[in-house]
Every structure is written in structure tokens, then in C-alpha cells.
């Protein structure tokens, strides 16, 4: 079973990095706090990983610490309409500290606020998994590299559809794979764009932003 992998990060955006071992560049797919703490593109970069293999499909998520892949591992074993898609969506919308507190705290309330995400779900969560984690301390730094700084965005630097630079472009398509309409992916980083004041907010920024409504 592949449970981790390590190369160099030749593309990242704050769903997808491509890291490139052995002449051989693999897709992993992660969520948003597990690229904003990707190293540079062209850094060494080091993975855990979880293989899924379908008959259509074969896919790698990735993730920064152990902890964080244990518990993606929890999320799509053991909650019932919980697959990998919504699994990523819940870990890009939550930390992992705060994910874990959610669930053993019983905070329904803050689980159904992930986006695809209901009540019913939320209940799922907590009474499937609540007994089956424990609280830790923060993600710690991924291994390998030059210290993390801003994902790097893969797509060209045209600037999106309907007024988006590229920033927002990108972060509209990684809203769009979590499950958002384009309008409504366009709407909420557009707010997020003028929520912080900030006109150099990075793609996860303004993804983070947008996934917190």
C-alpha cells in the first residue's frame, strides 16, 4: 500500500499538487490546509497518503501530517456518505485541532456549517467518530523543503473569466471541486476578496475565506 511520497513539488494549486519522483509525476490531491503548507514548486516535499482504487479510478490524497490522514482515513471508513470529496471539503474547511474538538464536543452546529454538509451528516460524524479520536496538538510543519510559504498557482497567468485575475480564478475552481455551483463559487470569492481588505490575499486566503462564508 503507498502510505507516503516523496519528490519535488513541480505544480500545486489549493486542491491538487503534483510531486515528480523517480522521472514520474504523480497527482495528490489535498485539501486546503494541507496546501497552504506546501514549500515552494521546485522544493523537495514529502506526502502521507492514502491510494484509492475504483475501477474508473485510481486516486492519491495527501496530506501534511500523519494525523491529518488518519483521520481522512476515519472520515471516508466509517461515516456513511462521507467519500473522499466530502472528506477533503470537511479538512479544507476545518483544522484539524479544531475538527477534532468539533466531533468529540459534539458541535453539530459547526460540522454542518461545511459546505455539502448537513445535519443528518454532522450527527453521523460525531456519533461515528467520536469515540474514535482523541485531541491533538496543530498539524506540524511538512516534511522536507525550504520553509512553507504560498502555494504557487498552476494555472497561466491570464487572468479568469468574468473579471477574475488569478488568483481568484483559481480559487473559484477549487470551490467548484468542493461541490459549489460557478455562481456561487464566483459570489463567495468575490466577497472574500473584499472581506479582509487585502488585495494580495493568496488563492488558499481567499478559498479559506470563502469555505468560512
Do not use: W
Not at 43 to 64: C, M, N, W
Not at 91 to 100: D, E
Not at 124 to 142: M, N, Q, S, T, Y
Amino acid at each position: 500500500m503507498l502510505v507516503s511520497i516523496q519528490g519535488t513539488l513541480v505544480s500545486a494549486t489549493p486542491l491538487l499538487a503534483i510531486i515528480e519522483t523517480h522521472g514520474l509525476g504523480y497527482e495528490v490531491h489535498v485539501p486546503v490546509t494541507t496546501a497552504e503548507k506546501l514549500p515552494r514548486l521546485g522544493s523537495p516535499v514529502k506526502l502521507h497518503t492514502v491510494a484509492i482504487y475504483r475501477e474508473d479510478a485510481q486516486s492519491l490524497y495527501g496530506f501534511a501530517t500523519l494525523e491529518e490522514r488518519d483521520l481522512f482515513k476515519l472520515l471516508i471508513e466509517h461515516v456513511s456518505g462521507v467519500g473522499p470529496k466530502v472528506a477533503l471539503t470537511i479538512m479544507s474547511r476545518l483544522a484539524l485541532p479544531v475538527l477534532r474538538s468539533a466531533i468529540v464536543s459534539g458541535d453539530v452546529g459547526l460540522l454542518s456549517k461545511c459546505p455539502g454538509i448537513g445535519k443528518k451528516t454532522a450527527e453521523r460524524l460525531v456519533v461515528e467518530l467520536k469515540d474514535k479520536i482523541g485531541l491533538v496538538g496543530g498539524p506540524a510543519a511538512i516534511d522536507g523543503g525550504a520553509a512553507p510559504t504560498p502555494v504557487a498557482s498552476a494555472a497561466s497567468a491570464t487572468p479568469g473569466a468574468a473579471g477574475l485575475d488569478t488568483r481568484m480564478h483559481d480559487a473559484v475552481l477549487a470551490l467548484t471541486a468542493l461541490g459549489y455551483k460557478v455562481p456561487d463559487a464566483e459570489k463567495a470569492v468575490r466577497r472574500a476578496a473584499g472581506a479582509g481588505g487585502n488585495a494580495a490575499a493568496t488563492t488558499e486566503e481567499l478559498v479559506k475565506r470563502a469555505l468560512a462564508g
